[in-house]
């Protein structure tokens, strides 16, 4: 690695992390002070007013690339056009008469409204937004989730939740997608929903994991399941791509 000048400015500094981060999608705050020369204490001061500013996540000894967790009513409104394409390459791995868990996100219920009707599919899901995209649609059977309703996260969370998806033998998963690591697999921020995803997953024959390009290069704080678990990756073309193609997974591009 290129040792960095020790005249580097801070705001120069700050941006060659949020480089960094890009393009790793972590950073460790010991090695960053080796290579800038600065103390750890600046670099500390570094990440602070980068997570202030929503370009990396705090972690210990650290930090992580901030992967869009914003409230999903202002999730449904960023880049709906790309959703939608994934979307449609989604929908193309359904089947007629099967059972699909959808999860709650921005994307998944674009998925929810590009299913294809009169296929006799049964939905279950954690979201109102995903029930409601199917509702009165001919040819569909939805089973909403209980549980504690989630403002940010758009679905129901908890216990009751879990309970009743461990009841449930599906075809098809969609987990939320906040991060997938191409050497650790699937990643989530909160810790409850995290459980939800994780009995989704152990419930279901296939997992399809959604994402856009950037969430191929975010990282989160939970793991969800390895990258052995998932058996599609629904993406779209970008260099990010290559790291996947050397797994076992189906990589279907929008």
């Known amino acids: 690695m290129n040792r960095v000048a020790d005249t580097t400015l801070p705001r120069e500094r700050a941006q060659l992390i949020v480089e960094r981060l890009q393009r790793d999608g972590r950073v460790v705050a010991a090695e960053l002070a080796a290579e800038f020369r600065v103390s750890e204490?600046?670099?500390r001061r570094d990440l602070r007013e980068l997570a202030a500013a929503g370009q990396c996540k705090r972690v210990y000894g650290g930090a992580l690339l901030a992967a869009n967790f914003a409230p999903l009513r202002q999730r449904d409104a960023q880049h709906i056009a790309r959703k939608q394409a994934l979307a449609r390459a989604a929908v193309s791995l359904v089947s007629p008469g099967q059972i699909l868990?959808?999860?709650?996100?921005?994307?998944n219920t674009q998925i929810a409204l590009a299913l294809p009707e009169r296929q006799e599919l049964t939905v279950i899901t954690n979201a109102p937004d995903v029930a409601n995209a199917l509702l009165g649609r001919p040819g569909?059977?939805?089973i909403l989730l209980g549980g504690r309703l989630h403002h940010r996260i758009g679905g129901t969370?908890?216990?009751?939740?879990?309970?009743?998806?461990?009841?449930?033998?599906?075809?098809?998963?969609?987990?939320?997608?906040c991060s997938v690591d191409a050497r650790s697999g699937i990643w989530t921020f909160d810790d409850e929903e995290n459980l939800l995803?994780?009995?989704?997953?152990?419930?279901?024959g296939e997992t399809v994991a959604v994402?856009?390009?950037?969430?191929?290069?975010?990282?989160?704080?939970?793991?969800?399941a390895g990258l052995e678990a998932v058996t599609h990756l629904v993406t779209e073309a970008s260099a990010a791509i290559d790291c996947f193609a050397r797994t076992n997974?189906?990589?279907?591009?929008?």
């Not at 009751?160 to 033998?169: E, K, M, S, T």
């Not at 599906?170 to 939320?176: R, T, V, Y």
Request: aromatic share 4%; charged share 15%.
């Open 140 to 142: 569909f059977e939805v």
């Open 157 to 177: 969370i908890g216990a009751q939740a879990v309970a009743q998806v461990r009841g449930i033998r599906a075809d098809l998963c969609f987990p939320g997608i």
């Open 197 to 204: 995803k994780q009995a989704m997953i152990q419930a279901s």
């Open 41 to 43: 204490d600046s670099i």
């Open 211 to 224: 994402a856009t390009e950037e969430k191929l290069q975010a990282a989160a704080t939970h793991l969800t």
């Open 249 to 254: 997974i189906n990589i279907v591009l929008a």
């Open 101 to 107: 868990f959808i999860d709650a996100g921005s994307t």
